[in-house]
């Protein structure tokens, strides 16, 4: 944790201050929580009242906000944002500790940047690229001729598989995997017969992986995540899907084969989406929704339901569907 004072916070920020510029920060807290050396935020008019109140030395929030006697503002258009960006600044990531620890196990033949962090019973195997100021956690497995690109980071036990391409400045939580067999099986002579899957994934800069999400390789080709995408924890993405740049899935959603998602889509947690779908740019896909095999979501208004259908579409319906049952009874 890094202390600042009001001042240069807000120069960091890039953001006019109000009030007392020698304030020093320790810490960021919740309106509620906060005490006179902690940061916090209002998003909005309807917090002012509560920031007005709360024991915080220093609001981010929009240029109306009244502070208290002694509260030192920054004006902000964005607070929720700038406030994520104060937290950079107060807690920064730790820095890569340049080496190989003892227990790791590194073929001969496998590049790994002197400024790169490997840590203990790490595998990297044969051909793999490790870009500078890459930090690999204990656990972490790393297949043949992998490449994983600067300053991106792994937590513990994630799996990599042969042949993943990774860009840079990505983040990659707790037991996820990438690159396993997409799910292909064909009848044959009364038994299933596994498709083998000789494609490969290749994944965009400053993407972030959840804990516990699964992004398996292609058929053939490529399962690709966009530059930017953010995947929450225990989210599958299966063969040959196409997930665009700044593509944000919620949890426990689950993509079959062959899916695309257009850039700057938001899909809620819990979503099914069948074969070949296809989401548009900037589409929505509200939580729970079930989207049928080669359906398409349109940019527009919000889907919803199983089958996904627009918002105004699926209350109408459970509007409908609450009137019916009180006939009923």
Request: with cysteine; glycine share 12%; aromatic share 6%.
């Amino acid at each position: 944790m890094a202390d600042i004072s009001t001042h240069d916070l807000a120069l960091r920020l890039g953001l006019p201050l109000r009030g007392d510029p020698a304030r020093l920060l320790t810490g960021a807290s919740l309106l509620e929580e906060a005490g006179p050396s902690d940061v916090a935020f209002a998003g909005a008019p309807k917090f002012f009242p509560a920031a007005a109140a709360s024991r915080a030395g220093c609001i981010i929030a929009l240029a109306d906000f009244e502070p208290a006697p002694g509260q030192s503002v920054i004006v902000s258009p964005q607070p929720r944002a700038h406030f994520a960006m104060a937290l950079s600044i107060l807690y920064p990531a730790p820095a890569a500790q340049a080496g190989i620890h003892t227990t790791a196990l590194v073929d001969p033949s496998a590049s790994i940047d002197p400024t790169a962090e490997i840590g203990p019973f790490v595998r990297i195997a044969a051909g793999a690229r490790i870009g500078a100021r890459v930090r690999l956690a204990e656990g972490c497995s790393i297949g043949a001729s992998v490449s994983i690109g600067d300053d991106t980071v792994f937590y513990p036990r994630v799996t990599v598989y042969e042949r993943v391409h990774i860009g840079a400045r990505c983040i990659f939580h707790a037991n996820a995997v990438i690159g396993a067999d997409g799910f292909g099986f064909e009848m044959a002579a009364g038994a299933y017969r596994k498709v083998p899957q000789v494609g490969t994934v290749e994944i965009g800069d400053d993407v972030e992986i959840g804990a516990g999400t699964c992004i398996d390789r292609a058929t053939l080709g490529v399962t690709v995540i966009g530059n930017g995408a953010k995947l929450d924890n225990m989210v599958h993405i299966a063969h040959n899907c196409r997930i665009g740049s700044h593509v944000v899935i919620a949890a426990q959603t689950g993509l079959a084969g062959g899916v695309s998602v257009g850039d700057y889509a938001v899909v809620g947690g819990q979503v099914g989406v069948g074969d070949k779908a296809r989401i548009e740019s900037r589409a929505i896909v509200g939580s729970g929704a079930g989207i049928l095999t080669s359906k398409i979501v349109r940019a527009g208004e919000p889907v919803w339901g199983t089958p996904a259908r627009p918002l105004r579409q699926y209350l109408a319906q459970l509007a409908t569907l609450s009137r019916l049952s009180k006939k009923k009874h």
